[in-house]
């Protein structure tokens, strides 16, 4: 069964069948917002859209689907940037949106099952109400769904201390394309036996499976908690400030973001109004979060890398309080708000190692002022080797004066990515359906082929959130 | 191409043919180390054991192979325990050494990368000389190779706090079934561009594709560290002494290893000779290893924690020199070398949720005591859920009694494991060729289907390690 005829669409006749199918299956029309995404690059397209209470409604619905060969777009909170939960082309698709599945499962000091459908806000508060932390943090956390989460292994602040959501996860329950259930919902901290199917399912963006429920690790608060915001004054300093904490505080250090001036000048010009804590703009800046044991004083901890940074640091903000904190993390969570009123001409969401994040800064802005004029805003994850390196037009000029360069500007962005620094060009954000292209000019002939056979072994009839990370069966 | 053939015997023939094909690659008898096994249970067969020094040689061994459909067995340090390094049945393979390709290629303060064949020590010593820390720590260190410690996704004593194998690996470089060279050497903390095959490949122990070099995650080495020895009263103490530790030194708890009197008295008994810190063996006792931030003394962070623990520590040794830190730590890992000694009858690497780590233990000790009369020895990795449940003869019975019920006990075990508390049969050590029946029996049968899936499409004429994981195709 090699799969490769075309799916048939969600029609008006098969939705009838579908409901006769999975009787209590709930059904309706996919209102506009289950086919949008934030950067509004896509308008989706659903025959109907399914809202299951249970595992078993997943499982039929699938089973259906593929008997049928009609196409499933899992949506989740719909806060992914890469266009992996609207599907704009081929034969219209099922929408699937397991919201009404967000059942807390089971909890202990260590697990926390639960089901994909519950936001990953739910998730901190059912970790914080057993005196536990799940340490997975994104601005979109009160939108952005476990199992979205999961399915693109986000990323967000605390990826340096925690790792990404692949860490973060213990099991899954799946279905898969045919309907098959598979039951993983191990809640242990080590298991070899065998391939690792959790992780390929994890980050495989719906494409694969189904996640309806997830077995996730709690993590304990650290004792201790501070935050500062420090001026450095280059990427080279923030990263030679990153090791010096690393010596001092290695496995305490939860957050080390870059935040550039270009970004804080982009607050005061749109907003939102964020206090800014230096009274003139650093041209670079970096938030620490310091997660410490017992018996240390985060300030003391602060006061001590201020000192042994000298020249590395400039001016720094240590916050006195969890109010001060807060308004310190605020700032630097604003930063996509403001990026999105200026309008990004193209956001590149890289990788490379993290040594090479200030070459790779220096590199990515010269080769960008000999193709226009441009506002650079980078910023992030530089604790990861992680930045969002995003392209903006000038002062005083409008995005779509920049359209007809704005595949030129991407593609150069990543060329550099990866040609020079073996780079990723989706660190955290996935490849969805904007950056298909894209990875399969720029990945390892190999890597392609070893996912295409996955693909075709694990869903033939390439029902699952077709047009995601390969291109569609045509 | 359903790959349900059988395979074909490397014989003379082959090997002549082989000779030709891939010039310049050493081949030559295998020697009678690479047919064992630490446990002595299996005696393996090669018709020819091949020493690529390149990983050009390695893809056109593995070409050559799949063409004339004949199967390859990777032999790294031959450490490992369930007889994944020696094929007993089946047509006689090749077996495959890396151990000439164990080159450093590339190294800077966060990423090493280094060729399979380079045993584990190695890869620490080339971290510690850029002053970082590769964390992996095992008993087998010596011998073991960096690719078999990935390829069986190798576990130790560090992973409460640094993860196992998986995550301290950021890329590899695999030779596929075809010969097909994966270069997936990259850098990067973060990177979602598709499917996850690095930890697909990660812990496949040689089933999907042959690990040639790899690209590891170096941490820095904690400013502080300090190791204690605590008597705890029952395993239940020493859980809750695991939460009081995470809660104060959050990120900061290296190893908590259980320790049982009875493995004690087996180092009275049998030795090695080593240090026993406490004048009368407690029942049970932790080793606890801190790695701390600047500015804390460990000494002082024991004695707090000791405070802290009221009734759940009797009795504390805190070793005040890295001598006797490292005594302890020898007495820790000559148990293993004390049970070979002594015979187990059979030997349990079970997972467990960390919760359940008493019970589990009470449940087990309560039914071999219906079964037969046994001494047992449970220690090992408290802090992962992870144990070494090992069972042994009686004192003053031999081994031998007991062949009649061995298969029994090992079943009782496992089905206690799995039933009762949703745990693992293998925690750390892999299935090989000794778990493929239990993995079989308990796995649930989507992972089963999954599995199969993919090893068909990465390998569909299975010359990858036949008979590891799952049965070889016959």
């Not at 009404?100 to 639960?114: H, N, P, T, W």
């Not at 996640?211 to 990263?239: C, N, Q």
């Not at 550039?260 to 650093?282: N, T, Y």
Request: charge should be neutral; aromatic fraction near 6%; include cysteine.
């Amino acid at each position: 069964m090699k799969g490769k005829a075309v799916l048939n669409p969600a029609d008006a006749a098969f939705v009838k069948r579908l409901a006769v199918a999975v009787p209590g299956l709930w059904l309706g029309a996919a209102e506009p917002r289950y086919l949008e995404e934030p950067r509004g690059r896509w308008r989706g397209q659903a025959g109907v859209l399914a809202r299951p209470e249970t595992v078993a409604q997943v499982s039929a619905l699938l089973g259906f689907c593929h008997a049928e060969r009609v196409g499933v777009v899992p949506f989740g909170g719909g806060t992914g940037l890469v266009g992996g939960q609207v599907a704009s082309e081929g034969p219209v698709p099922v929408a699937l949106s397991l919201e009404r599945m967000r059942a807390v499962r089971q909890v202990d000091g260590q697990a926390l099952v639960i089901e994909a459908g519950a936001t990953l806000q739910a998730v901190q508060d059912a970790a914080a109400a057993v005196g536990k932390r799940f340490p997975l943090t994104l601005a979109s956390q009160g939108s952005a769904q476990i199992g979205g989460c999961l399915a693109t292994n986000a990323g967000g602040v605390n990826v340096l201390r925690y790792g990404t959501a692949r860490a973060l996860c213990l099991g899954l329950e799946v279905v898969l394309a045919d309907g098959t259930i598979w039951h993983g919902l191990k809640r242990l901290a080590k298991d070899n036996t065998g391939y690792d199917l959790r992780d390929l399912i994890i980050g495989s963006e719906g494409s694969l499976g189904i996640i309806t429920a997830a077995s996730l690790r709690l993590h304990e608060p650290p004792a201790v908690e501070g935050v500062a915001l420090l001026a450095v004054p280059s990427p080279a300093a923030a990263v030679a400030l990153l090791g010096l904490a690393q010596a001092r505080f290695a496995g305490c250090v939860s957050a080390f973001e870059l935040i550039s001036g270009q970004g804080l000048a982009f607050l005061r010009e749109v907003g939102p109004e964020v206090a800014l804590p230096f009274a003139a703009d650093p041209d670079w800046s970096v938030l620490i979060e310091l997660g410490l044991p017992a018996g240390m004083e985060a300030e003391a901890a602060f006061a001590d890398l201020y000192e042994a940074a000298g020249d590395l640091v400039s001016d720094a903000v240590v916050a006195q309080s969890g109010v001060q904190a807060a308004a310190l993390w605020q700032m630097r969570e604003s930063i996509p708000l403001a990026n999105r009123r200026i309008g990004a001409i193209s956001s590149h969401d890289i990788a490379v190692p993290g040594a090479d994040i200030p070459a790779f800064i220096a590199a990515a802005t010269e080769m960008l002022r000999e193709i226009g004029d441009f506002r650079l805003n980078c910023f992030g994850h530089v604790g990861d080797g992680n930045l969002h390196f995003n392209v903006f037009p000038a002062e005083g000029r409008r995005r779509e004066e920049y359209e007809a360069i704005r595949s030129e500007v991407m593609a150069a962005v990543h060329r550099l990515v990866v040609k020079r620094f073996d780079g990723s060009i989706s660190a955290e954000h996935g490849i969805g359906r904007l950056k298909v292209g894209e990875l399969a000019r720029s990945a390892a002939p190999a890597k392609m082929a070893m996912m295409r056979a996955i693909k075709t072994a694990l869903d033939p009839r390439g029902i699952l959130n077709p047009g995601v990370i390969l291109p569609a069966a045509s």
